[in-house]
C-alpha cells in the first residue's frame, strides 16, 4: 500500500537527515582539531520496484557519510620546531607504542603536533609517536635493525623503521678536513728565509690543535718549498703532493719525552736498540746516571743515532737534520725524511721505573721516505758489482761497467769507464770520480758527489746532491740488477730518476701560483686517542690543505711586500651538545650543535594511498588501511605524489563552520519536512479507517 511505503519513506528521511546532523555535529566540534578532515554527508535514492505504470510504491532515501581525507587543510604558523605538517597528499607513519612489538599495529595520521616525551620520543598530543627511518651522519637511510644490511624503504616494519628519539642524539664533535690558507711570501725575500703560518684545527675526538706551515724560499727565484712539523701530542706528521695517487713531498716525527727512562729500559730507531744505562754514555748505551738531567739524556740519544747509525749522518744542505733535538725544546726528538728511507720507532720499551711511558707518544710509528723527486739528493744504493757492459746514464752521460778497466785516482782525465774487478766500494769510488770529471756542475764546491756507507759500516751508496741548476736525470735501466734508493726501494721510474728537487710551491712572473706540490697533509698516532687522519680504512681523512687556484690570486701570492697573511679558514669543531632539529622539506630531520655542527639522524616518510577517502577513521585523529583504500607506499617526502613535510607549521581542520551552520539549518528543514509526511500519511490512514 502506497500510504504505508509514504510512512517508511518519511522514516528514512529521519534516519537519513539524523545521520547528516549527526556529521556536523562532529565537523563543528572537531573545527579546532589539528588535521581533522570534515565529513559530508551524501544521499542516495532507495527505489521499490514499481509494479504498475499507473501507480507509485514510495521507496526513500538513505545516508553516505564520506570524510574527505584528501582534503588540504590549511597550514598554521607555530612556535615549535618538532610541530610538522603535511603540504600535499600523504601521511605520517605513527604507532601507539614508543618501541613497536609485533601486536602493535602502524597507523597514519595527519595530525603532527609532535613533542618530546619524558624519554625523548615524539609524540603528538593524541599519544601516538612518529615513526621514522634511521639515517647515517650523511643521510643515507640504514635499516634499524643492525642485523640487517640492506635497506627496503617500502616495508613497515621495526626492522627498518623506529620511533624518533631525539634524547639519544648525544653530542657531536667533527674532525678537520680542509684548511685554506691565504698569504703574500714577499718576492725580495733572499734564500733560506722562512715564515709561518699557524693553523688551529680539531682532531676526530673534537679537541683543538695547533700546527706550523713554513716556507722556506729557494734558492731558485719564484720557488718556495713547504714544511710543517708534527703536532705536540702526535708522533707523524707527512706532505702529500697534488698527484692522482699522492706521493710522499715531506714527513716528519716526533718523540716528547716526559720523563728520564729507567735503567734497563730502550728505545729502537731503524731496527737498533739503544738502552738506558746507569753508566756514561757510549755506543748503543744512554747514561741516565744521577745528575743527567731529561734535556741531557735526549741529547746523548741523537747523538749516539747520529754515531751508530750512517743512515742519520747523510748531509742534508751540509748538516744532517733527519734526527735532531727540536728547536726550542729540548725534551724533545725531531724527525725529517730526507730522502735515505723511511724511519721506525718503537717506544713500547721505553719506560719509567714504575713501568709507565716515559714519552707522549707510545708504542711504534714510521716517519715516510719523501718521494725521490722532492728529495734534497738521490741515493743510489748498490747490492752488488754490476756486471761486465751493463750501464748507467748520469746526466746524460753513459758509464760503462768494465772488467780489466784499472781504478782511477781522484782527479784523473774524464773517463766513462768503470772499475768492476774490486769490491763495491771501490765500484762506487771510480764512478764518483768519473762522474764529478765529466760532469761540471756535479763537481762544483760543495761536493755534490760523493760515496757513503748508508748500508753499513762499509761504502754501498753514491750521493748525488740535488741541485738547482741540474735538471738532468738518471737511468738505471741499463742494469740487470738496478741500485736502490736509500730505504732498499726499487725507483718507480728507472729511466727518469730526479735530480733537482721540486718545489712546493712555484710562483710565475705575475707573482700567482703556477703550480703547488702540496695537498695534503697526514697526521698519525694521537696521544689522546683520536683517529688517525690517514684515509686509511676505519680511520679519519688527510687534512686538504687548499693554497688557492693556480693562476689566481685567491690564496698564496708573491708580490714585493712584506709577509701578509690575508685568511686562514678551516672546517671542523670542538665538541657540541645538541641544541635542537630542523626538518627539510623531504622529511629529513637534521639535528644541531651548540658548536655549530649538524648531523642527519632520521628521515620522515610519507604513505601515499591509492583511495585516501575509503581509510577507516580511528579515535586519535588516525586511520587505517581497508580493502576499499589500497595498500600504502612509503615515499620520501616532496616526491611524486608524496606531500611536503613543513617544519613549525600545523594543518588545520578542514571544516568550514559558515557551510556547517547552514547545512544544519538544511538538515533541520529536511528533518522537519520527513515528520511531516509521516503526519500526513497517518492522517490520511485515519481517514480510510473512518470509511470503514
Known amino acids: 500500500m502506497s500510504l504505508y511505503g509514504a510512512l517508511f519513506s518519511g522514516v528514512s528521511g529521519l534516519t537519513a537527515q539524523s545521520s547528516a546532523m549527526g556529521a556536523i555535529s562532529d565537523n563543528i566540534t572537531n573545527v579546532s582539531t589539528i588535521g581533522y578532515k570534515g565529513t559530508t554527508t551524501n544521499f542516495q535514492t532507495l527505489v521499490t520496484k514499481q509494479s504498475s505504470a499507473t501507480f507509485y510504491s514510495a521507496g526513500g532515501v538513505q545516508s553516505k557519510p564520506r570524510q574527505q581525507t ?67 651522519a650523511s643521510g643515507t637511510v640504514i635499516p634499524s635493525n643492525s642485523n640487517l644490511t640492506i635497506t627496503n624503504q617500502n616495508i613497515i616494519s621495526s626492522d627498518y623503521l623506529e620511533s624518533i628519539n631525539l634524547n639519544r642524539v648525544g653530542g657531536t664533535a667533527s674532525a678537520t678536513s680542509t684548511v685554506a690558507i691565504g698569504a703574500n711570501l714577499p718576492s725580495s725575500d733572499t734564500a733560506g728565509t722562512t715564515h709561518k703560518t699557524d693553523v688551529q684545527y680539531f682532531n676526530s675526538l673534537g679537541n683543538a690543535k695547533n700546527m706550523s706551515i713554513v716556507y722556506t724560499k729557494s734558492s731558485v727565484g719564484n720557488q718556495w718549498n713547504v714544511g710543517v712539523s708534527p703536532p705536540t701530542g702526535t708522533a707523524v706528521a707527512t706532505l702529500y703532493d697534488t698527484a692522482a695517487t699522492p706521493g710522499v713531498y715531506a714527513s716528519g716525527g716526533l718523540i716528547e719525552f716526559t720523563s728520564i727512562p729507567a735503567v734497563g729500559s730502550s728505545i729502537t730507531i731503524n731496527g737498533q736498540a739503544y738502552t ?67 724511519i721506525a720507532v718503537n717506544l713500547s720499551a721505553t719506560l719509567t721505573s ?20 722532492y728529495s734534497d739528493f738521490t741515493l743510489l744504493k748498490f747490492a752488488a758489482v754490476p756486471a761486465n757492459g751493463e750501464t748507467i746514464v748520469i746526466g ?60 753499513g759500516a762499509t761504502v754501498d751508496t753514491l750521493y748525488i746532491e740535488s741541485v738547482t741548476d741540474y735538471t738532468n736525470t738518471i737511468d738505471v735501466s741499463g742494469m740487470g740488477t738496478p741500485p736502490t734508493d736509500g730505504d732498499g726501494t726499487a725507483f718507480t721510474t728507472p729511466t727518469a730518476i730526479p735530480v733537482a728537487t721540486a718545489a712546493g710551491i712555484t710562483f710565475s712572473a705575475d707573482g700567482v701560483p703556477s703550480a703547488f706540490n702540496i695537498g695534503a697533509i697526514e697526521i698519525l698516532n694521537y696521544a689522546d686517542g683520536a683517529q688517525n687522519m690517514s684515509n686509511a680504512t676505519g680511520e679519519g681523512s688527510r687534512i686538504t690543505l687548499d693554497f688557492g687556484t693556480v693562476t689566481e690570486a685567491n690564496g698564496l701570492t708573491q708580490y714585493g711586500a712584506e709577509f701578509t697573511p690575508t685568511f686562514i679558514t678551516q672546517n671542523g669543531s ?73 617544519q613549525s607549521a600545523l594543518e588545520a581542520s578542514t571544516v568550514d563552520i559558515g557551510a556547517e551552520f547552514t547545512n544544519m539549518i538544511v538538515v533541520q528543514r529536511a528533518y522537519s519536512a520527513s515528520t511531516k509526511i509521516i503526519t500526513t500519511a497517518d492522517q490520511m490512514l485515519e481517514e480510510l479507517m473512518r470509511t470503514k
Not at 595520521?109 to 639515517?135: E, H, V
Not at 752521460?397 to 774524464?414: D, I, N
Open 354 to 373: 714504575t713501568g709507565a711511558a716515559a714519552t707522549t707518544q707510545t708504542g711504534t710509528f714510521t716517519v715516510k721516505q719523501k718521494d725521490n723527486a
Open 276 to 342: 738506558f744505562v746507569n753508566a756514561a754514555s757510549a755506543g748503543t748505551n744512554i747514561s741516565v746516571s744521577t745528575g743527567q738531567t731529561l734535556s741531557d739524556v735526549v741529547a746523548d740519544i741523537v747523538a749516539a743515532v747520529k754515531a751508530t747509525d750512517p743512515t742519520f749522518a747523510v748531509p742534508t744542505s751540509g748538516a744532517s737534520t733527519r734526527i735532531a733535538v727540536q728547536s726550542g725544546v729540548t725534551t724533545a726528538i725531531e724527525f725529517k725524511e730526507s730522502g735515505v728511507g723511511s
Open 396 to 455: 746524460g752521460t753513459t758509464y760503462t761497467f768494465t772488467t780489466g778497466e784499472p781504478q782511477e785516482a781522484v782527479g784523473a782525465p774524464a773517463d766513462t769507464l768503470i772499475y768492476r774487478d774490486g769490491t763495491v766500494a771501490q765500484m762506487i769510488q771510480d764512478l764518483e770520480n768519473a762522474v764529478e770529471a765529466n760532469n761540471a756542475t756535479l763537481a762544483t764546491t760543495g761536493n755534490r758527489v760523493r760515496s757513503l756507507a748508508v748500508g
Open 70 to 136: 584528501d582534503l588540504q587543510g590549511l597550514l598554521q604558523s607555530s612556535t615549535s620546531q618538532t610541530d610538522i605538517s603535511m603540504s600535499g597528499g600523504g601521511f605520517f607513519v605513527v604507532n601507539e607504542a614508543n618501541v613497536p612489538g609485533v601486536s602493535d599495529p602502524y597507523l597514519y595520521t595527519r595530525a603532527g603536533s609532535f613533542i618530546q616525551d619524558d624519554q625523548g620520543y615524539l609524540k603528538n598530543a593524541q599519544g601516538y609517536y612518529l615513526q621514522g627511518w634511521p639515517t647515517d
Open 574 to 646: 670542538k665538541f657540541g651538545t645538541f641544541a635542537g632539529v630542523t626538518i627539510g622539506q623531504d622529511g629529513l630531520v637534521t639535528a644541531l650543535f651548540d658548536n655549530g655542527e649538524t648531523r642527519k639522524i632520521f628521515q620522515i616518510p610519507v604513505a601515499t594511498f591509492v583511495n585516501p577517502n575509503q581509510l577507516e577513521s580511528k579515535s586519535g585523529n588516525v586511520w587505517s588501511a581497508t580493502q576499499a583504500s589500497g595498500d600504502y607506499t612509503l615515499r620520501v617526502a616532496d616526491s611524486g605524489p608524496a606531500g611536503q613535510v613543513v
